[in-house]
Nanobody
């Protein structure tokens, strides 16, 4: 059974940091790109960051560039999203998702999400 389980969300003050984790199982993790998406209340889901499979290339939305860092530990089948200098507008449910190979639209697997709330 394929599973993506997010953790690490919570309540933090503006300017603070959180590290999200995405633990994967049930597929060949090394072959998959992993993306982080987020959906704020009343808004559409948007991509925040992604890390590809073999090259480890990383991508960031302009809104998080310079503040968020994505990384992966293939030995632990886990991807991390380090979020620094958090802003109230970062408040959202954060989801991780997987697709074969390179970061692209059309993710194959999704987690259930973890809530991040940034207070002003």
């Amino acid at each position: 059974e394929v599973q993506l389980v997010e953790s690490g969300g919570g309540l933090v003050q503006a300017g603070g940091s959180l590290r999200l984790s995405c633990a994967a199982s049930g597929f060949t993790f090394d072959d998959y790109a992993i993306g982080w998406f987020r959906q704020a209340p009343g808004k559409e889901r948007e991509g925040a960051s992604c890390i590809s499979a073999s090259t480890g290339s990383t991508y960031y939305a302009d809104s998080v560039k310079g503040r968020f860092t994505i990384s992966r530990d293939n030995a632990k089948n886990t991807v991390y999203l380090q979020m620094n200098s958090l802003k109230p507008e970062d408040t959202a449910v954060y989801y991780c998702a997987a697709t074969v190979g390179y970061c692209r639209a059309g993710m194959n697997y999704w987690g259930k999400g973890t809530l991040v709330t940034v207070s002003s």
